[in-house]
């Protein structure tokens, strides 16, 4: 199943809805991509199998230095776009933002609550 289906979260759930309000040239302009604990950084495209792995200090360290994690492409991808929006929970955003290069126009999700998160990944997608 692809990354995009497989995952179910709110952050998830929202994405779905809010590309399927999007008309195709819009969905073109948009590269999206998840960390995980188990697969690292990659499209959200890519077929993945269930898992439970959780993103430890000690994970995340690993995905920012071991070439495997797939960093080196995700740094690529980041570093020919124009805006970026790193959404998610904190440990997730720090180590993205490890692998990120300054130059682009980087927003995150952050705020009170899931609810708050939702919000601004609706917001960050609309005015793309």
């Known amino acids: 199943m692809l990354a995009i289906d497989r995952?179910?979260?709110?952050m998830w759930r929202t994405l779905r809805?809010?590309?399927s309000d999007l008309t195709a040239e819009q969905k073109d302009r948009l590269d999206i991509w998840f960390l995980s604990a188990k697969?690292?950084?990659h499209r959200a495209d890519l077929p993945i199998s269930s898992y439970?792995?959780?993103?430890t200090t000690k994970r995340g360290q690993e995905l920012v230095r071991l070439p495997t994690s797939n960093h080196n492409a995700f740094r690529d991808a980041t570093g020919k776009a124009h805006k970026i929006l790193l959404a998610g929970g904190q440990a997730y955003r720090e180590v993205m933002r490890r692998?990120?290069?300054a130059g682009s126009d980087i927003a995150e999700t952050?705020?009170?609550?899931?609810?708050?998160?939702?919000?601004?990944?609706?917001?960050?997608?609309?005015?793309?």
């Open 7 to 10: 995952y179910d979260g709110p």
């Open 17 to 19: 809805n809010a590309l």
């Open 39 to 41: 697969y690292g950084f």
């Open 52 to 55: 439970e792995q959780l993103l």
């Open 99 to 101: 692998v990120i290069q």
């Open 110 to 128: 952050d705020g009170p609550g899931i609810g708050f998160h939702r919000k601004q990944l609706r917001g960050w997608l609309a005015d793309v």
